[in-house]
């Protein structure tokens, strides 16, 4: 692969697997511990969560993560990649609502959900919720599958605008123009006269995921539409988008293999949840882009097959059954004593390449750990100097009588 | 006493069905088989088919309490309650639904459990007695006073705090010992350490009031003037005789909780990955794992209603008054 040679992937070509003897897992539940460890070189590597960010990340040149000085002072490194697997926000196509029933309610419905594509600021979610660790997508599939494009020629044509050399997202003015076409002028329906809701079903339970809610609700007041959100448990969650009896709803998707086909099955309509229990919760169907599907999924990768792909996403585009959310980018901490290391979500074979410098690591550990021992003698000093007045007292107390008299 | 406890064991009997038949309903009215079906199998790719087979294969393809189709007594037997709860009765608690021995991963699991509660709830006893009764020894003085300021500022504070701070301490800057994991044999002590010491620390606060409420109330009664009066020092009369007469109260509390020690901590286990029975029930809990839930819902019920026989039997043995009958 390019990039493997200049980053020293190379080194050990050619010679006898695997490098290691012997690879232990521990399931280390809360973060805290975890980091710790690993900060004490107790584990090789990490995953870095929300808390430890900061510590661990800084950005500089033109936004791009490297490790702080106190984690470079360890020789820790960072190793990012886009992970091929996408977050986004579906609509149910079969929601008169969000879905339409006739033509004319399909049209409407069409435009309301551009309109929210618009309004609904990805790159601000990035940057809020994930520390800038994800890239806002521009269709279902993840960068670095073979179909995806970049560029100018890669956007979203709907929701963004090729400014300066980068996508930039559409004025709110664009998203409310829409949403006045749909029927809903000023998010009131224009039929009724009354104020547009929605429903987000979720499974939302930590602190975090209220703000995220609540940042939700912002983005979709910015076209004064009230959304009213209904969470639930996982198992609840999942039987309502069986049932089809979500609106709109958050859902991910982590490819099983590197192929444009395992992110655009799930816009296939024969894969609708609710007709037939398969992969396409959105229930979207579009005649045009199933025939074509059928007539890409067995192709080898090529120009025939990329033009294909082009036209799917385009009707994806147009019809707009998802907000196509973001692909996260996935961080990891590596010591220095760890080689070899090439992260990736589908290949799980990998670990006969991997080096362990166990020498190296032995040696920091012994240095990082070395025990502080003035604590102890300072809780030594506190003890005896707390217990002296207590003896004392306990003397007194014990040689004192019972009633003090007056002369005494 | 024997027609006692026989008479109290089978009284326990209609109290597990009763348990059983809680956790099972609470257990269902929220996951549906079909609901632990697709936990196991995950989440691409499940087919009814798939759901189908996996209930048919553990026994829960039937009816949760009664069976309509089946005839006479097999309305009631030939269901996902009778068939999953008679089998506790014997301990035969089956497999998990990743196919694991329960009893097995109960065995193996109780005794990491054991090495942190067993230490935590002996150590404690004594320090928190022993704190209280020096407490009470300098009462109206500033030493009580200040002691019962730290213990209410100790009550205050979350026992997460005293585990994080501990780790932050203890294992991250100073190094002592390690912040979590687990070993075999001696090679566990190193392990244990923080966790037991964090164990009696984090309850010095209300465990020390309590016992300190004790004495204070034994300390007002006519025995111990009577002892003063003897001329007895305040040290004999405190640790000889109130100590001794303030032992039911202390057992109604100790000896209910240790059949309980085998149960494990949930939080502790889970920060010092502590392979214990706590962390295997939250795990089973958050899988839906019902099988693994309603064992050791059995196991907690079961040890609870043991631990309150002993506490029974406890007391004949500190105040020759009582007799069981």
New interface residues.
């Given amino acids: 692969m390019p990039g493997d040679e200049e980053n020293g992937l190379l080194i050990d070509s050619g010679k006898k697997l695997p490098f290691i003897d012997k690879i232990i897992f521990t399931r280390e539940k809360e973060s805290i511990p975890r980091w710790n460890k690993f900060l004490q070189g107790y584990y090789d590597a990490t995953g870095i969560g929300s808390d430890s960010f900061d510590q661990a990340v800084q950005l500089v040149g033109q936004g791009e993560a490297t490790v702080t000085e106190a984690m470079a002072e360890q020789g820790i490194r960072l190793e990012t990649t886009v992970a091929v697997s996408t977050y986004y926000m579906g609509f149910n196509m079969l929601d008169p609502l969000v879905g339409g029933s006739n033509a004319q309610e399909r049209e409407s419905a069409r435009k309301l959900r551009q309109a929210i594509s618009i309004a609904v600021d990805y790159e601000e979610f990035i940057s809020i919720f994930a520390n800038g660790r994800g890239m806002p997508a521009q269709s279902p599939i993840s960068p670095g599958i073979a179909g995806y494009r970049e560029g100018k020629e890669g956007i979203n044509p709907v929701v963004y605008e090729w400014m300066n050399d980068q996508p930039q997202r559409k004025s709110i003015q664009v998203a409310k123009a829409l949403l006045a076409e749909a029927g809903y002028p000023n998010g009131i329906d224009q039929r009724t006269g009354a104020p547009l809701v929605l429903y987000f079903d979720v499974t939302a339970r930590s602190s975090e995921d209220r703000s995220k809610l609540d940042w939700m609700r912002k983005q979709f007041q910015k076209l004064n539409i009230q959304l009213v959100v209904r969470s639930t448990d996982y198992n609840r969650f999942q039987d309502k988008i069986r049932k089809g009896n979500a609106q709109i709803f958050e859902w991910g998707w982590n490819a099983d293999y590197p192929d444009a086909e395992n992110f655009l099955f799930l816009l296939y309509g024969p894969q609708s949840k609710v007709r037939n229990s398969g992969e396409n919760a959105a229930n979207y169907d579009n005649a045009e882009y199933n025939q074509l599907f059928e007539q890409m999924k067995n192709m080898d990768d090529g120009p025939q097959r990329q033009l294909i792909i082009d036209r799917m996403v385009e009707i994806l585009r147009h019809d707009a059954p998802w907000l196509w959310g973001y692909h996260p980018k996935d961080y990891g901490l590596y010591h220095s004593w760890y080689q070899n290391i090439k992260p990736n979500r589908i290949s799980n074979n990998n670990l006969k390449y991997l080096k362990i410098d166990a020498k190296l690591r032995a040696q920091k550990r012994r240095e990082w750990n070395e025990p502080v021992l003035w604590p102890i003698a300072l809780l030594l000093v506190i003890v005896a100097i707390s217990l002296f007045p207590a003896i004392a007292a306990f003397r007194r107390h014990e040689s004192s009588t019972a009633v003090r008299t007056a002369s005494s | 006493m024997f027609g006692y406890i026989i008479r109290r064991i089978l009284y326990a009997i209609p109290i597990l069905i009763g348990v059983n038949l809680i956790t099972f309903a609470l257990f269902f009215v929220?996951?549906?088989p079909d609901?632990m079906a697709?936990m196991q199998l995950g989440i691409?790719?499940v087919?009814?088919e798939a759901i189908e087979k996996w209930k048919i294969e553990r026994g829960y393809d039937k009816p949760l309490l009664f069976n309509q189709e089946a005839e006479k007594l097999g309305k009631l037997t030939d269901t996902i309650f009778f068939e999953k709860s008679v089998s506790m009765f014997v301990f035969d608690f089956g497999r998990a639904d990743d196919g694991r021995d329960i009893a097995l991963e109960i065995k193996s699991r109780m005794l990491p459990s054991l090495a942190i509660a067993l230490p935590v709830f002996v150590l404690g006893l004594i320090v928190y007695i022993t704190i209280a009764l020096?407490m009470v020894?300098?009462r109206s003085?500033y030493?009580d006073f200040w002691g019962v300021v730290f213990c209410v500022a100790l009550m205050s504070i979350s026992s997460l705090f005293y585990i994080?701070a501990g780790?932050?301490?203890v294992?991250?800057?100073?190094?002592?010992v390690?912040?979590?994991?687990y070993g075999s044999g001696l090679d566990a002590a190193k392990f244990l350490l923080l966790p037991i010491l964090i164990g009696v620390i984090g309850s010095i606060g209300s465990s020390t009031r309590w016992y300190r409420t004790i004495f204070l109330e034994e300390m007002n009664k006519e025995y111990v003037r009577t002892a003063?009066a003897k001329g007895l020092?305040?040290?004999i009369v405190l640790f000889k005789h109130v100590l001794r007469n303030a032992m039911i109260p202390i057992l109604t509390g100790a000896v209910v909780v240790v059949p309980l020690l085998f149960l494990g901590s949930l939080l502790v286990e889970?920060?010092?990955?502590i392979p214990g029975l706590g962390?295997y029930t939250i795990d089973a809990i958050n899988s839906?794992d019902f099988a693994i839930v309603r064992a050791m819902v059995f196991l907690g019920s079961m040890l609870y209603i043991m631990g309150l026989i002993l506490t029974d039997i406890s007391y004949t043995l500190v105040d020759p008054r009582i007799r069981l009958t």
């Fill in positions: 929220v996951n549906t609901d697709r691409k790719y087919t009814p020096l020894f300098f003085t030493i994080i780790q932050f301490l294992s991250k800057l100073w190094h002592w390690p912040i979590s994991g003063r020092s305040e040290r889970s920060f010092f990955g962390s839906q």
